[in-house]
């Protein structure tokens, strides 16, 4: 049964779009009132299977039997070799046109226009079916459904990654992922191989940083920010190009997990992050997104500021290079059926709409392979692109023939190019030509290339610039809050605890010293070593824009209020005014009844944004809720005999963010803040 959660009734798609015109042929593919077998024979009995007598063997003959086992034993497709994980969910993209200065991609430069998208989050280590809250880098893919075409932005909740090179990445997830021996551990980087490789391989310091960061474990899709991480070019109509960093910014604002809270909760609830975009969309409490560029001069040397703009562990501070804000996403629509959708939907770095273009980022270079390629085996074949869910709005007349899964029937003789047999107007085009080389002459508006002249002797190496390993490293440390320091510091603490071997602890910390002398006497502490002295950058200019903890306040839709009662609690008050807020309320009580979702034995603090206690009791699952909700900063409210619920649970009611008799206005508002920060300094260490 769905939760009932408040807010405006979800929005109907447009049934006129073309994506749901095609969907809407798909999912009336099969209908009818009588289970019939994939040939369309009626089935009046599906429950036994044609035997020889009832005792006797089973018939070969048996087609419905043989059918139904034989498609059920091939369901499954084999699972993305990174981002296994995700879920996903449709929206719309609306342009300000504040990119048509800088781009001729219609869907950016034409103020107002709307383009249908695809949006899939994912972790990056795990299995399919392995938790949503561990501690990874989270994916944010966006698939545009553009007039010109598909645009895939392909992009990570950090705008940094952990190596120069594609040719390294197999080297990089071969050791993040699990010990190949035991399998083991399961979507996490808390592990010797993970640590092996990135205490080596030093150009991972600043991404390795992100990863522990507060980043790692975001409290919802709806709060994390989306990084294309690579430079793109962009060309404008007149043919003038710029270099751009995109960037998606969550409208919800920035807003993490407390570490704690992210592995109770991949027990707990290991859907955390779908069920919570799924139940927002069911709801109307849609998940919006800007989209921003960054724009900066397309030089000859691709650099800004000495920042080198083709190395991927390098970003452009805010403060140097603006983030313009170019549109807007908002994710409204849930996929009818996952595997349909979300697990067939195919990414490629590589579709790409006339205006935008690639760099000479090795990463992204290589990435240009990768993704058609995996494709292939994993969707089974080269027409994936003819699948609902992956189907160009804009009209396809490829010239491609055949292969295995062709759902086309083409029509014509001459799939090929140039020739004399395909009329103008003809099923196979005429061909990519300019506008005037075309019958009628009407616009071209093809996929053209920038003419970069390309010139280079044939070297395996990088640009020197890309052997700065640590000054930005530095600079995002420094940037940070100082409980987001903290955190960092814990984090690494923690992962590195979990090791088995000394020698790679050792040589992290080395690493670290490079980066901050005291996060490295932090980690050595918590781990009883000495700390090394290394050198840190000297100079380092923090980029406040860095920070996730800053002291702004942000929408609440989405949040999660419990209420500590009995079945006879009254919430509907506090429920009708927070649901204007799009806030749900949820009444926690000793056993079931009338408006009583969760009891004693099923809730737990995880769920809760904010814990509001309103009767008396001595159970000590709700002393355990209550003081995770204590240790993870969230604001607790208190009234009536919820007082005595408090002190038996240890916490002091006059500690910051303990609220008295709070109305709707006072958890709004302390919900805004995202958690108590001001407790933060009275919780225990957990790295003395
Ligand atoms: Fe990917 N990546 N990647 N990646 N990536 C895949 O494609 C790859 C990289 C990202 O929701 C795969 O369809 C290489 C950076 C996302 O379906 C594969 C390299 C960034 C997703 C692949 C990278 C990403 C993928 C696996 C180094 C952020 C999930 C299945 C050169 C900018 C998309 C698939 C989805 C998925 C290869 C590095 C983002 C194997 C070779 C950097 C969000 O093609």
Known sequence: ?????????????????????????????QSGPDLTTSQ??????????????????????????????????HERIPERVVHARGAGAYGTFTAYGSAASVTSAGFLAEKGRETEVFARFSTVLGSRGSADTVRDVRGFAVKFYTAEGNFDLVGNNMPVFFIQDAIKFPDLIHAAKWHPDREIPQAQTAHDTFWDFVSLHTEATHMVLWAMSDRG??????????????????VNVDGTSSLVKFHWKPVAGVHSLAWEEAQLTAGFDPDFHRRDLADSIDAGLFFEYELGIQVLPDTDDETFEGIDLLDPTKLVPEELAPVQPVGKLTLNRNPDNFHAETEQIAFHIGNLVPGIEVTND????????????????????PNFTQLPVNRAHAPVNDNLRDGIHQSVVHQGIAPYLPNSLAGADGPVPAGAQSAEARPGGEAGGGYVNLPEPVDGPKIRANPVSFSDHYSQAALFYASLSPIEQGHVAEAITFELSKLYEQPIRERVLEVLANVDTELTEQVAAGLGLPAPVGKPPAEVTPSPALAQIDGRTWPVAG?????????????????????????????IAPTGGDGVERTFQTARSVEFDTVLVTSAT???RVAVLLQEAYRHAKPIGVSGDGVRTLTAAGIDATAPGILPDPGADQIVTALAAHRVWDRVPLLKPPVS
Do not use: N
Request: charged share 25%; no cysteine; proline share 8%.
């Open 1 to 29: 049964m769905k939760p009932t959660v408040p807010g405006p009734a979800a929005k109907e798609p447009a049934e006129t779009s073309p994506v749901a015109e095609s969907l809407a042929t798909a999912r009336g593919l």
């Open 362 to 381: 090795p990463l992204l270079q290589g990435r240009l392979f990768s993704y058609l390629d995996t494709q292939l085996s994993r969707l089974g074949g």
């Open 217 to 234: 474990i975001p409290r919802s899709y709806r709060t994390m920010e989306g990084f294309g991480v690579h430079t793109f070019r962009l």
């Open 559 to 587: 949040r999660i209020v419990g209420v500590i009662g009995t079945a006879d609690t009254d919430v509907s008050t506090l429920q009708r005014d927070l649901k204007t807020h799009g806030v749900v309320v949820r009444l």
């Open 618 to 620: 001595t159970d000590p």
């Open 40 to 73: 369309g024979v009626r089935l009046p009995d599906t429950d036994h299977s044609l035997k020889a007598g009832p005792r006797g063997p089973t018939l070969l003959e048996d087609f419905h039997l043989r059918e139904k086992i034989t498609h059920f034993d």
